[in-house]
T-cell receptor, first 111, second 113 residues
Framework: DAKTTQPPSMDCAEGRAANLPCNHS???????VYWYRQIHSQGPQYIIH???NNETNEMASLIITEDRKSSTLILPHATLRDTAVYYC????????????FGGGTRLMVKP | KAGVTQTPRYLIKTRGQQVTLSCSPI?????VSWYQQTPGQGLQFLFE???????NKGNFPGRFSGRQFSNSRSEMNVSTLELGDSALYLC????????????FGPGTRLTVT
């Protein structure tokens, strides 16, 4: 699986959009980008995933650059409950269920 | 549907003892994966099971083992506990064999003294 690079921490004001970047410059054509988050002392929670096109669901939007070497997770209106560690994971979808977690980005939403 | 459940939620053991942790996946899910989370190493993959067969294994010593039952419930065992085994042990379930979309349980917090 491709290696990902994320900033270790970010702050965001409550009610504003949180934009979390992820670099995955060695991504292969058949690798998907997944985002999970982990709120303190809980298990990780799936947020969204995509291959090439931008994706949106009730939790977030995922923007993948045209060359697929980076992506951005957007939380449109961050709340205090969005304070968590966000993990960007790149993996193929035919290689078992293993997820390789990096250090992630610790997002602090402030009032 | 009920989520992934893990028992016990908290556990304190002594060095040298062994421990068994249990995970019940979401109903209908046939795949269970286990992860260890420590402050120093982060989230690390232990192993995954699908239809009672171990499909993949992470880089952990043989003291860590697991199994899956016919009802998809899974257990993991750690023998000869060491202080460094203190961690949050997370279980995740998914419906398929090759799924990046997984559902995690709340974890079992193991403390080894």
């Amino acid at each position: 699986d491709a290696k990902t690079t994320q900033p270790p921490s970010m702050d965001c004001a409550e009610g504003r959009a949180a934009n979390l970047p992820c670099n995955h410059s060695t991504i292969s054509g058949n690798e998907y980008v997944y985002w999970y988050r982990q709120i303190h002392s809980q298990g990780p929670q799936y947020i969204i995933h995509g291959l090439k096109n931008n994706e949106t669901n009730e939790m977030a939007s995922l923007i993948i650059t045209e060359d697929r070497k980076s992506s951005t997770l957007i939380l449109p209106h961050a709340t205090l409950r969005d304070t968590a560690v966000y993990y960007c994971i790149v993996r193929v979808n035919n290689a078992g269920n293993m997820l390789t977690f990096g250090g992630g980005t610790r997002l602090m939403v402030k009032p | 549907k009920a989520g992934v459940t893990q028992t016990p939620r908290y556990l304190i053991k002594t060095r040298g003892q062994q421990v068994t942790l249990s995970c019940s996946p979401i109903s209908g899910h046939r795949s269970v994966s286990w992860y260890q989370q420590t402050p120093g190493q982060g989230l690390q993959f232990l192993f995954e099971y699908f239809s009672e067969t171990q499909r993949n294994k992470g880089n952990f010593p043989g003291r860590f083992s697991g199994r899956q039952f016919s009802n998809s419930r899974s257990e993991m065992n750690v023998s000869t506990l060491e202080l460094g085994d203190s961690a949050l042990y997370l279980c995740a379930s998914s419906s398929g064999l090759a799924a990046g979309l997984q559902y995690f349980g709340p974890g079992t917090r193991l403390t080894v003294t």
